[in-house]
């Protein structure tokens, strides 16, 4: 069965660091690109960052550069997303997304390349 799961969500105070997991059961991610996505309520689902499948490459949205950062571990076939200086306005569900291929590049929008989606882990940033 073909599975994607977050976790690592939780509550964190402004300026705090969360470390989120996404690991994908069923199948290799060594030829699928990960991406990340977050959704608020009321807002569109925004693309936040990706991995190629070769890890040869990442993309970010330019207004989470430097806050954020993904990384990819192939023995266990997960991808991790780093956000430090979290503020209240990253308060979300975050999803994480697998497109096969997309060794050079991917896209961080919610494109139909992503064809396998999690669940969602929440995020909640506040005092």
């Known amino acids: 069965q073909v599975q994607l799961v977050e976790s690592g969500g939780g509550l964190v105070q402004p300026g705090g660091s969360l470390r989120l997991s996404c690991t994908a059961y069923?199948?290799?991610?060594?030829?699928?690109?990960i991406g990340w996505f977050r959704q608020a309520p009321g807002k569109e689902r925004e693309g936040i960052s990706c991995?190629?499948?070769?890890?040869?490459?990442?993309n970010y949205e330019d207004s989470l550069k430097g806050r954020f950062t993904i990384s990819k571990d192939y023995a266990k076939n997960t991808v991790y997303l780093q956000m430090d200086s979290l503020k209240p306005e990253d308060t979300a569900v975050y999803f994480c997304?697998?497109?096969?291929?997309?060794?050079?590049?991917?896209?961080?929008?919610?494109?139909?390349?992503?064809?396998?989606w999690g669940q969602g882990t929440q995020v909640t940033v506040s005092s």
């Open positions: 997304a697998a497109g096969l291929g997309l060794t050079y590049f991917c896209p961080t929008t919610p494109d139909p390349k992503y064809a396998y």
């Open positions: 069923g199948f290799t991610l060594d030829n699928y690109a």
């Open positions: 991995i190629s499948s070769g890890g040869l490459s990442t």
